[in-house]
């Protein structure tokens, strides 16, 4: 019994096989890097902009996904992947530029979709109908950062835009026939269980797709990691945090494809918490824990 929504049975539906992500970079920065609106990004982000994993920008988009094929070959055996920019704001340039970087990827006969990491102030009318006219060739899933709902976290987050810009983003983005997957960080600093449900709540309401939980982790030379080193905060241990979990996954909106349940920093880079790395433990337990307690995704959703 499957107990919520996974993306792996999404992929396999929606597409006949299971796909394998490789991970690009295109080269982009961020409003909240460049001065646009801020320097230094998110509190959180590393200086590679959440792409740790990403590819090399210096190479071309053809020359990252043949060495991302490459370097899963030995845990990959399929035919088809799905090309990921996830590096900073994968939007943040003219459509130009992003239709020549977006059609080298789809002109690949390896890449089945496409899935781009961006914010919802990246994402102008132009841009989104680039992205419907591309999505009529192959698939486009577009990834949003949201966090929390709560402006006040927001802000100390220096996620420099409002809670309402995401939720008319994501309608926009709907209403240009494109999924799209909510990027939210559980044990943020300051926030209450309650808040956490709140920010669950807020994504029901709105035509989102999907939603990628994580718990927060703190990377050496960011922002947030210079505060924590300077004067650590509570974080949660791995049974709080899949208990928090849980709760998240019974409140949530029976349709969303939840992608992710948790996060892996970069280990070079990680100050806290220890257990994050043990991604198959966290999933493990979270797993068990939901059927010990036989619940499931939605069971305390009400529509409103």
Known sequence: MERFKSYSSFIKEYFGEKMYKICLDGGFTCPNRDGTLSVGGCSFCSERGSGDYAEQAVKSIPDQIRLGRRQTAGKYRGRHYIAYFQAFTSTYAPTDRLRELFESALAMEEVAALAIGTRPDCLPEETLFLLEELNQKKPIFLEMGLQTCHDSTADK??????????????RRVSRHGIRCCAHVILGLPGETRQMQYDTIHFLNQLPVSGVKLSMLYVLKDTALGRQYENDPFPLYTLEEYVDVVIGCLERLRPDIIVERLTGDGPLHLLLAPEWIPKKGRV????????????TFQGRYYEET
């Open 157 to 170: 987050l220096n996620r420099c835009y409002k809670s309402s810009l995401f939720a008319d983003t994501a």
């Open 283 to 294: 999933l493990n337990l979270i797993h068990h824990e939901m059927k010990i307690r036989d």
